[in-house]
């Protein structure tokens, strides 16, 4: 991305830091081309919407957002499942969680139990139960004319 940093111990970090506001790193200020501030919460930006959040106008954000939304649109806004049978799970922003499903990193949407700090990504806790491969085969019968041999299918 086109921006400028200060390397580590430049002596203008003072003076930046003291115009902006700044009392911690790291921090991420955008500044237009003509040294107008765009925002001082682009670190939280990039925090919550990555890369897609340059250039960090206002509008943008806005149509990030709306995306995000229609994103959710059809999904339930609380829910049970049965990897937490204990409390509804409620679909919440989150800026960065650990999905307790697959136990990967996710971000934004969460089907989320604050009680028990519970978290699942969206795809884990809409996902049905699509069955095992054995079960696939079973239903996927080649027909006349074909043998298989555990998951490979061939001409009679």
């Known amino acids: 991305m086109p921006w400028l940093a200060l390397p580590f111990g430049d002596k203008r970090k003072a003076s930046l830091s003291r115009t902006f506001k700044v009392h911690g790193i790291p921090s ?10 765009v925002t001082t919460e682009a670190r939280n930006l990039v925090m919550i919407h990555g ?25 339930p806004e609380k829910m049970k499942h049965a990897l937490h049978e204990e409390h509804e799970l409620v679909l919440t922003k989150r800026r960065v969680y650990g999905c307790n499903g697959c136990e990967k990193q996710g971000h934004l949407w969460s089907f989320y139990c604050e009680e028990c ?35 490979v299918c061939y001409k009679a």
């Open 28 to 37: 991420l200020i955008a500044i237009g081309p003509t040294g107008r501030t």
């Open 51 to 75: 890369a897609d959040a340059y250039p960090f106008t206002e509008e943008h954000i806005k149509e990030i957002e709306a995306q995000y939304e229609e994103m959710a649109k059809g999904w």
């Open 117 to 151: 700090d519970f978290d699942l990504h969206p795809k884990c806790a809409l996902e049905e139960d699509k069955g095992t491969k054995d079960d696939e085969m079973e239903k996927a019968s080649p027909g006349e004319g074909w043998k298989c041999d555990g998951e």
